[in-house]
């Protein structure tokens, strides 16, 4: 099932697959991605999805889309297609996930079976993501309990998302500057070292120990 991920500034803000025939866009609430800022009309663009295809359409918006940097009305997704909307972007992902995933007893099954699925997802952690690759020597993320501890996560993309999705999920992000962590889904916000970073984006050093729901890990750089 192909989503696409709403970001600002390289922050991921909203991921969505796309479930639904029809996917509105613009700065008024009743949309169903919302984007409540400069250069976006109330009803701005939409997104088509069939069995076989889904296309991106401007809806005549004041400011207009921009698709891989091309201005653009009316256009079939593919790939990895980055839609500039003023301020922020949507990427379309094909038939994939932009979320890895960290799983363990930090986040607790009802089932056997749910356990059974989470051990397996512990045990093959899927590294990948929308984003361009980091070029430079990757940090790592170190696991330090639970079924995955001592696993380790090679940062090598721009944006690597931690979490399980409907519960936390953090997104980890490098830069010319460092790392850095953002809390994107759960009502409860990531701690670093044991304090909540709350809403903000919170700077990262090597030996920072990441606190999702009681999975702990460690940024080595």
């Known amino acids: 099932m192909a989503t696409i991920i709403l970001a600002k500034d390289g922050i991921p803000l909203q991921e969505l697959t796309l479930l639904k025939t029809r996917i509105t866009i ?20 939409v997104i088509i999805t069939t069995p076989t295809e889904s296309y991106f359409e401007d809806l005549g918006s004041t400011n207009g ?18 839609i500039e909307l003023a301020t922020h972007t ?10 890895e995933v960290v799983a ?20 093959s952690v899927n590294i990948d993501s929308a984003f361009e690759t980091n070029p430079s020597s990757p940090a790592i993320i ?7 501890k001592d696993k380790k ?9 931690i979490g399980r999705p409907g519960v936390q999920v953090a997104v980890l992000t490098s830069a010319p500057n460092g790392y850095s962590i953002t809390h994107v889904e759960g009502s409860i916000h990531p701690l670093v070292n ?3 970073i709350g ?23």
């Open 199 to 221: 809403l903000k984006t919170q700077l990262l050093k090597s030996g920072d120990v990441i606190d999702l729901s009681g999975t702990e890990m460690m940024l080595l750089c």
């Open 142 to 148: 170190k696991v330090l309990n639970g079924a995955g």
């Open 104 to 123: 363990g007893p930090a986040f607790p099954s009802t089932t056997s079976e749910n356990q059974d699925t989470d051990q397996r997802i512990n045990d």
């Open 90 to 99: 949507i990427q379309y992902c094909a038939n994939e996930s932009v979320y």
């Open 153 to 161: 996560i090679p940062l090598t993309k721009t944006l690597t998302t």
């Open 65 to 82: 889309s921009r698709l891989n940097g091309q201005p653009v009305k009316k256009h079939v997704l593919q790939g990895r297609d980055v």
């Open 194 to 196: 044991g304090v909540t």
């Open 26 to 45: 613009g700065r008024r609430t009743y949309n169903d991605i919302v984007i409540d800022a400069p250069g976006i009309s109330a009803e701005h663009a």
